[in-house]
C-alpha cells in the first residue's frame, strides 16, 4: 500500500516552546466531507487516561456529523479507530495485540478502515514502526488534528493509500466540535492541553504539546449547556489543571475558574490531574469556599524522596508537598487524597525506596495508582544508568501496595454508619440487584436496588460495610 503522508512527527519539533499564544479554532466540517458515512458504522477503543476518552468523545461526535452510526459489533465495524496511549510500555504492547485481532479481520472485509489515533502516533519510532510493519493500518493520526478527521478518511477512500497526518507543534484549541458523550449525567471538560513540566520520565510534553488554556468563557458555555441538559457532574481535565490560565493574556487562574463554575448550577466539580508545584492557595480556598467542588484530590507525588523527586524533575520536595497537602486539609478537613507513585526510578536505592513508603503512611492517602518505572524512548530518564533488577522493581511494587491497599480500606471505614450522598451511575457488577454509584469523596459505592430511574441522580446511602476497593450500603427511604 503506497502512503500518503501530510505530516510525520518529529521529537525535535516536539520539544519547542514559543511564548506565543496559540490560536482557538471553531470546527466547521466542508460540504463534500457531510455524507462521507452514511450507510457505515464506526468503533473506537480507547486507552490511557480521561484526556483520551474526552477525545475519543469528540471523534465520536465528528463521525457521527457526517453519517456514521456506533456500530454494535465493534471488531466488524466499516472503521476502526484505536485512540492510544504512550504513557507506558505495557499499555503499548495491548495495543499491538489488538491490531493484531484487526489484521485477521480486515482480510475477511477488506473495505474495513483502521485507524489509530493518540499519543502513539506522536512518537516518531511507533510511526515508522506502523508504516514499516503494519500496511493494513489505513489512517495514522495524532493528538493536535482531530478536526481534520472528516478529510483524512476520505483522502483514504478515495486513494485507497495509507493515509498520515501527525502534527508535532505546540497544538491550537479547538472549539464548537460535536462529541458523543458517554454518560448523560457526568461529562469531560477540558480546561486546558498539553504540559510544560518536563518530567525526565514522561513522554507527555512531546504527545500533548506546549500548555495552552481554553478560553473561561467557552468553558463556561460549555459547563452552562451541560447544566441545562440536566448533567450533575462534571470533571475538568487537563495535564496540569493547576497551571490553568498562565498562558492567558489576562490573569485568571484555575482557582478563579472553580469560583466561576461554581456559580453555573453544576452539583458536582472534580478535576485532574493536579501538579504539586502548581497547587496554590486559591485553589485551596475555592475547594473550601465551593459547595459543588468535591472534597477528592488527585495529587500525584510520584516518590517520597527528594534526590528521585530532583531526578525526575518534579520540581518540589517531600516537605512542600506535605507542607500544601496540610495545609489544603485545614480547608477541608475530610478531603480524600489520592495520588500517583513510581517504584523502581533508575538508580532507586532501598533507602531511598523506604522514603517513599514513609511518604504513604504520613500522607494518609486513601487510594493510589502504583507503578513500576517504564522507559520511554526520547526522554531524560531513558538514558539514565539502572541497576534495580526486575524482580526488585517487583518486590517494591508489592510491598507499595500493602501501604496504599490499607490506604484504601482506611478510606472507606471511616464512613461506616454514615449517610453518603451517591450519584447513581447503573447497574452494579458486584452482584444481581444491585446499583453503583460514587459519593463526594469518590468511594464506590453498592446499594440493593434495581429501580433504573434512579441512574443519573443523587441518592442518600447509609454505608453498613467497607471493603478494600468499595463499600456497600442501604437505600434510604
Same mark, same amino acid.
Given at each position: 500500500m503506497k502512503n500518503i503522508k501530510f505530516a510525520m512527527p518529529s521529537l525535535k519539533d516536539a520539544r519547542m516552546r514559543k511564548s506565543k499564544i496559540v490560536p482557538t479554532i471553531r470546527y466547521t466540517v466542508e460540504e463534500k466531507y457531510k455524507t462521507l458515512g452514511l450507510n457505515k458504522s464506526y468503533a473506537i477503543f480507547t486507552y490511557g487516561c480521561q484526556g483520551n476518552e474526552a477525545d475519543s468523545e469528540v471523534m465520536a461526535g465528528i463521525l457521527e456529523e457526517i453519517g456514521y452510526e456506533k456500530?454494535?459489533?465493534?471488531?466488524?465495524?466499516?472503521?476502526?479507530? $484505536?485512540?492510544?496511549?504512550a504513557i507506558r510500555e505495557n499499555a503499548e504492547q495491548?495495543?499491538?495485540?489488538? $491490531?493484531?485481532?484487526?489484521?485477521?479481520?480486515?482480510?475477511?472485509?477488506?473495505?474495513?478502515?483502521? /485507524?489509530? *489515533?493518540?499519543? &502513539?502516533?506522536?512518537?516518531?519510532? !511507533?510511526?515508522?514502526?506502523?508504516?514499516?510493519? +503494519?500496511?493494513?493500518?489505513?489512517?495514522?493520526?495524532? !493528538?493536535?488534528?482531530?478536526?481534520? $478527521?472528516?478529510?483524512?478518511?476520505?483522502?483514504?477512500?478515495?486513494?485507497?493509500?495509507?493515509?498520515? =497526518?501527525?502534527?508535532?507543534?505546540?497544538?491550537?484549541?479547538?472549539?464548537?466540535?460535536?462529541?458523543?458523550?458517554?454518560?448523560?449525567?457526568?461529562?469531560?471538560?477540558?480546561i486546558m492541553y498539553g504540559c510544560d513540566e518536563f518530567c525526565t520520565y514522561c513522554i507527555v510534553p512531546y504527545t500533548r504539546g506546549k500548555e495552552r488554556s481554553r478560553a473561561k468563557e467557552d468553558i463556561l458555555k460549555e459547563v452552562e449547556e451541560l447544566v441545562s441538559l440536566g448533567y450533575k457532574e462534571i470533571t475538568l481535565l487537563g495535564q496540569n489543571v493547576n497551571a490553568y490560565g498562565k498562558d492567558l493574556e489576562v490573569k485568571y487562574t484555575f482557582g478563579d475558574l472553580l469560583y466561576d463554575l461554581d456559580k453555573t448550577g453544576i452539583q458536582r466539580i472534580r478535576y485532574t490531574t493536579s501538579h504539586p508545584r502548581d497547587l496554590d492557595e486559591l485553589t485551596m480556598q475555592a475547594m473550601h469556599d465551593c459547595k459543588s467542588v468535591m472534597p477528592h484530590l488527585h495529587l500525584p507525588v510520584q516518590s517520597g524522596d527528594n534526590e528521585i523527586l530532583r531526578r525526575m524533575n518534579r520540581k518540589y520536595t517531600y516537605e512542600v508537598y506535605m507542607e500544601k497537602i496540610n495545609q489544603l486539609r485545614k480547608l477541608v478537613p475530610d478531603l480524600a487524597l489520592t495520588t500517583d507513585?513510581?517504584?523502581?526510578?533508575?538508580?532507586?536505592?532501598?533507602? #531511598?525506596f523506604a522514603n517513599t513508603l514513609k511518604l504513604v503512611q504520613n500522607?494518609?492517602? %486513601?487510594? *493510589? +495508582?502504583?507503578?513500576?518505572?517504564?522507559?520511554? =524512548?526520547?526522554?531524560?530518564?531513558?538514558? &539514565?544508568?539502572?541497576?534495580?533488577?526486575?524482580?526488585?522493581?517487583?518486590?517494591?511494587?508489592?510491598?507499595?501496595?500493602? +501501604?496504599?491497599? #490499607?490506604? +484504601? $480500606? %482506611? /478510606?472507606?471505614?471511616?464512613?461506616?454508619?454514615?449517610?453518603?450522598?451517591?450519584?447513581?451511575?447503573?447497574?452494579?457488577?458486584?452482584?444481581?440487584?444491585?446499583?453503583?454509584?460514587?459519593?463526594?469523596?469518590?468511594?464506590?459505592?453498592?446499594?440493593?436496588?434495581?429501580?433504573?430511574?434512579?441512574?443519573?441522580?443523587?441518592?442518600?446511602?447509609?454505608?453498613? %460495610?467497607?471493603?478494600?476497593?468499595?463499600m456497600i450500603g442501604e437505600l434510604c427511604e
Open positions: 456500530s454494535s459489533d465493534p471488531m466488524n465495524a466499516d472503521l476502526v479507530i $484505536l485512540n492510544t496511549c495491548r495495543i499491538w495485540g489488538v $491490531l493484531g485481532q484487526l489484521k485477521g479481520k480486515k482480510r475477511e472485509n477488506p473495505d474495513m478502515l483502521i /485507524g489509530i *489515533a493518540g499519543c &502513539m502516533p506522536q512518537e516518531e519510532n !511507533t510511526t515508522n514502526k506502523i508504516l514499516e510493519s +503494519y500496511g493494513f493500518i489505513d489512517l495514522v493520526i495524532g !493528538t493536535h488534528n482531530k478536526n481534520h $478527521l472528516p478529510k483524512l478518511l476520505f483522502e483514504a477512500y478515495m486513494t485507497k493509500a495509507k493515509v498520515v =497526518e501527525v502534527i508535532s507543534s505546540e497544538g491550537e484549541i479547538l472549539e464548537d466540535a460535536p462529541k458523543v458523550r458517554e454518560s448523560h449525567h457526568k461529562a469531560w471538560v477540558n507513585i513510581i517504584v523502581g526510578f533508575p538508580n532507586e536505592t532501598k533507602e #531511598q500522607a494518609k492517602f %486513601e487510594g *493510589a +495508582y502504583t507503578f513500576i518505572y517504564s522507559k520511554r =524512548e526520547g526522554t531524560p530518564a531513558a538514558s &539514565m544508568p539502572d541497576d534495580i533488577t526486575e524482580e526488585e522493581k517487583h518486590k517494591r511494587l508489592e510491598e507499595l501496595n500493602i +501501604y496504599v491497599n #490499607q490506604g +484504601y $480500606l %482506611e /478510606g472507606h471505614k471511616r464512613f461506616l454508619n454514615q449517610v453518603v450522598e451517591v450519584l447513581v451511575d447503573g447497574p452494579s457488577k458486584n452482584g444481581e440487584g444491585m446499583m453503583c454509584g460514587y459519593t463526594p469523596h469518590l468511594k464506590l459505592t453498592h446499594f440493593k436496588c434495581e429501580d433504573l430511574s434512579l441512574i443519573g441522580q443523587i441518592v442518600k446511602i447509609k454505608i453498613t %460495610e467497607a471493603k478494600t476497593w468499595f
